[in-house]
T-cell receptor
Framework: DAGVIQSPRHEVTEMGQEVTLRCKPI?????LFWYRQTMMRGLELLIY????????DSGMPEDRFSAKMPNASFSTLKIQPSEPRDSAVYFC??????????FGPGTRLTVL | AQSVTQPDIHITVSEGASLELRCNYS??????LFWYVQSPGQGLQLLLK??????LVQGIKGFEAEFKRSQSSFNLRKPSVHWSDAAEYFC?????????????FGTGTLLAVQP
């Protein structure tokens, strides 16, 4: 398996623009997680899905953030409109029944 | 409340020296325990995990960790550190069974290796 795939790897955008981050989990994994990592706040769980259904979105910072999982092999995290304070590395991870999470390489987002 | 504490934010060791990174947790029951490593610019990679059984677990890259229930600890060790071990290390805990796979991560320990 290719592991968790994230795209793009780097994204530079201007404040106010819409940003969409993409994730393909490992085949057969039924949990998918979105994290954000910054120097100031460390690793934060934003939202996670089980069998494509959002289970806990309490970590989503505000309404500008939204996440979807239309099928078992694809998820998106959208920020609209983006702000400079959204600059961070965003990770996607997936897991199966035993809690072991496999992380993608991350998307480094810079909002100017 | 469930939490993971990594008391050392930053550690520097000499190459070839032994290493111990501390992790303490607060959890309602015996959890699943994990150590992840993150090299600069990379995602998190699993080093090792404890689910049950032998409390001393072996991982990749020569790392091991020991689960001590009485101390609520899961410290990571390596007998001889290599320069390539310089990275950030995260301890995490998760439910042993149940309806969620959500992990709680510590704040990480940044390891620097001196030549």
């Amino acid at each position: 398996d290719a592991g968790v795939i994230q795209s793009p790897r780097h994204e530079v955008t201007e404040m106010g623009q819409e940003v969409t981050l993409r994730c393909k989990p490992i085949s057969g994994h039924d949990y998918l997680f979105w994290y954000r990592q910054t120097m100031m706040r460390g690793l934060e769980l934003l939202i996670y899905f089980n069998n494509n259904v959002p289970i806990d979105d309490s970590g989503m910072p505000e309404d500008r953030f939204s996440a979807k999982m239309p099928n078992a092999s694809f998820s998106t995290l959208k920020i609209q409109p983006s702000e400079p304070r959204d600059s961070a590395v965003y990770f996607c991870a997936s897991s199966s029944y035993n809690n072991e999470q496999f992380f993608g390489p991350g998307t480094r987002l810079t909002v100017l | 409340a469930q939490s993971v504490t990594q008391p050392d934010i930053h550690i520097t060791v000499s190459e070839g020296a032994s290493l111990e990174l501390r992790c303490n947790y607060s959890y309602g029951a015996t959890p699943y325990l994990f150590w992840y490593v993150q090299s600069p610019g990379q995602g998190l990679q699993l080093l090792l995990k404890y689910f049950s059984g032998d409390t001393l677990v072996q991982g990749i890259k020569g790392f091991e960790a020991e689960f001590k229930r009485s101390q609520s600890s899961f410290n990571l060790r390596k007998p001889s550190v290599h320069w390539s071990d310089a990275a950030e290390y995260f301890c995490a805990v998760g439910p042993n069974g149940g309806a969620t796979n959500k992990l709680i991560f510590g704040t990480g320990t940044l390891l620097a290796v001196q030549p």
